[in-house]
């Protein structure tokens, strides 16, 4: 098991950056597969990337967002820049041990064992 503990999240105006941090404690990191979640108010929890050997990342922060990962430190990162309002949310980490996971670089919450308590991200315009 891990715990997962997210920070940086803030009030920031369109087109700045924000980098938010997940630092995990508990079973072997190097084993799972991390990722970002945002909910915004009323919507679903949507994928926003990834991280197993390589990055993923979901279309709509694709150039924007950059995901990265430290396994020494056992902490994912996630730069944001040129942030919109529409990126407002509640941002959380995942963890999903790749030994037992049922599919590789999921972009679903399902697939998702672990959750931190998210960081809230509010972008005004």
């Known amino acids: 098991q891990v715990q997962l503990v997210e920070s940086g999240g803030g009030l920031v105006q369109a087109g700045a950056s924000l980098r938010l941090s997940c630092t995990a404690s508990?079973?072997?990191?190097?084993?799972?597969?991390m990722a970002w979640f945002r909910q915004a108010p009323g919507k679903e929890r949507e994928f926003v990337a990834g991280f197993r050997w390589t990055p993923f990342y979901a279309d709509s922060v694709k150039g924007r967002f950059s995901a990265s990962r430290n396994n020494a430190q056992k902490t994912v990162w996630l730069q944001m820049n040129r942030l919109k309002p529409e990126d407002t949310a509640r941002y959380y980490c995942?963890?999903?041990?790749?030994?037992?996971?049922?599919?590789?670089?999921?972009?679903?919450?399902?697939?998702?064992?672990?959750w931190g308590q998210g960081t809230q991200v509010t972008v005004s315009s």
């Open positions: 995942a963890a999903d041990n790749m030994d037992s996971a049922t599919i590789l670089d999921s972009r679903s919450d399902r697939d998702y064992d672990y």
């Open positions: 508990g079973d072997t990191f190097s084993r799972y597969i």
